[in-house]
């Protein structure tokens, strides 16, 4: 039982560069959620899908898209990266009110 | 809207003592609250979840409690180890699709 995992675990990108960051869970959750951290801002809630086949918005949407492929795997996908999308990034995921599981995170730079 | 908020920013003290973290919210209509423990470059693990429903839970040398009607939340940590040195987030569950709102955190260091 692995939990939740993302790859990569770092990413160094140019400005325009495209990149998918990838997450996976084994715990038969419906919900899952991707945040940005950045230092003095605290987590901050991208986009989240709350079953298998939707998708919303969080509060840092722009520049952002994802897809929910199936009940386990839920991507991140920067069209054309910006220096201000460098950040850790966190997959997380849970069922109902429960408790929410985290990824170990991807550390992204963009130049 | 909902509010949360974790006092204080940073806390520093010796080996063995016990120690109080602090997290308020705004809006006393929620599900539940969180408390999570984050590493230095790592990813959040949760420690203690309690149901709107319940007053407070235990894990180990960790207690949460939960008073609703005053919007407050408080994590004690009993007899502190260098171990429990990290960053310590509280987050609500206000059901609004299942987000949650979260804390800035407390950043814990405790010195032998």
């Known amino acids: 039982n692995a939990g939740v995992t993302q790859t990569p675990k770092f990413q160094v990108l140019k400005t325009g560069q495209s990149m998918t960051l990838q997450c996976a869970q084994d715990m038969n959750h419906n919900s899952m959620y991707w945040y940005r951290q950045d230092p003095g801002m605290g987590l901050r809630l991208i986009y989240y899908?709350?079953?298998?086949?939707?998708?919303d918005k969080g509060e840092v949407p722009n520049g952002y898209n994802v897809s929910r492929l199936n009940k386990r795997e839920f991507s991140l996908r920067l069209e054309s990266a910006a220096p201000s999308q460098t950040s850790v990034y966190f997959c997380a995921s849970r069922t109902g009110v429960n408790e929410q599981y985290f990824g170990p995170g991807t550390r992204l730079t963009v130049t | 809207k909902q509010e949360v908020t974790q006092i204080p920013a940073a806390l520093s003290v010796p080996e063995g003592e016990n120690l109080v973290l602090n997290c308020s919210f705004t809006d006393s209509a929620i599900y539940n609250l969180q408390w999570f423990r984050q590493d230095p470059g790592k990813g959040l693990t949760s420690l203690l979840l309690i149901q709107s429903s319940q007053r407070e839970q235990t894990s180990g040398r960790l207690n949460a409690s939960l008073d609703k009607s005053s919007g407050r939340s408080t994590l004690y940590i009993a007899a502190s180890q260098p171990g429990d040195s990290a960053t310590y987030l509280c987050a609500v569950d206000a059901g609004n699709n299942r987000k949650l709102i979260w804390g800035l955190g407390t950043s814990l260091a405790v010195n032998p």
């Open positions: 899908s709350a079953s298998e086949g939707t998708t």
